[in-house]
């Protein structure tokens, strides 16, 4: 299994739907939410792992393309 977002028929798009409805009901703060989220998702992560969906460096790349698109706005001169 790789970590990237082409599925092809529709199953991310529906998933990013749902947890987007989701997200939006919460009443925490923003940086409460990106926490949880963060623990959420290394747990996610490690059962990929450990499942041996994924390897490592699977890992290390789908990491390092979210901090890259994370951080896209200051590559772009803003702040």
Aim: charge should be negative.
């Amino acid at each position: 299994m790789s970590l990237t977002m082409a599925d092809g028929n529709g199953e991310i798009e529906e998933c990013l739907d749902v947890l987007n409805d989701f997200i939006n009901e919460l009443h925490y703060a923003p940086t409460s939410l990106a926490v949880a989220l963060r623990v959420h998702l290394d747990a996610l992560l490690r059962a990929l792992l450990m499942g041996g969906l994924c390897t490592r460096e699977e890992v290390r790349a789908f990491l390092r393309e979210l901090e890259r698109d994370a951080l896209e706005y200051e590559e772009r001169g803003e702040s």
